[in-house]
């Protein structure tokens, strides 16, 4: 199951968490991006209730994050 979680930090503190959020084994990337957000991730896990304790047990818990919105994927396609 994935899920993706986007995030407002505080200002200057994105290098930081990025950091941060690659220590966590379900996260599966990390983006710096310009908009509504500063950061999206995308994490992996076997269950919804396990991506719900990440980001309620680890992600939200890093210093310097002030929000988080989280859309799980109900369908993906990748591209070569």
Same mark, same amino acid.
């Given at each position: 199951m994935?899920?993706?979680? *986007?995030?407002n930090?505080d200002?200057?503190?994105? &290098?930081?968490v990025?950091e941060?959020?690659?220590?966590i &084994?379900e996260?599966k990337?990390?983006y *710096?991006? $310009?908009?509504? $957000? &500063?950061l %999206?991730?995308?994490l992996?896990?076997?269950e %919804?209730?396990k %991506?719900?304790?990440?980001?309620?047990e680890?992600?939200?818990? %890093?210093e310097g994050?002030?929000?988080?919105?989280?859309l799980i994927v109900?369908k993906?396609h990748t591209?070569?």
């Amino acid at each position: 199951m994935e899920a993706i979680v *986007f995030l407002n930090v505080d200002v200057g503190s994105e &290098d930081e968490v990025m950091e941060r959020l690659r220590q966590i &084994d379900e996260v599966k990337a990390v983006y *710096f991006v $310009y908009g509504p $957000y &500063d950061l %999206i991730v995308k994490l992996e896990a076997p269950e %919804i209730e396990k %991506i719900r304790a990440i980001v309620r047990e680890k992600v939200r818990k %890093i210093e310097g994050i002030r929000s988080t919105t989280t859309l799980i994927v109900a369908k993906s396609h990748t591209t070569r």
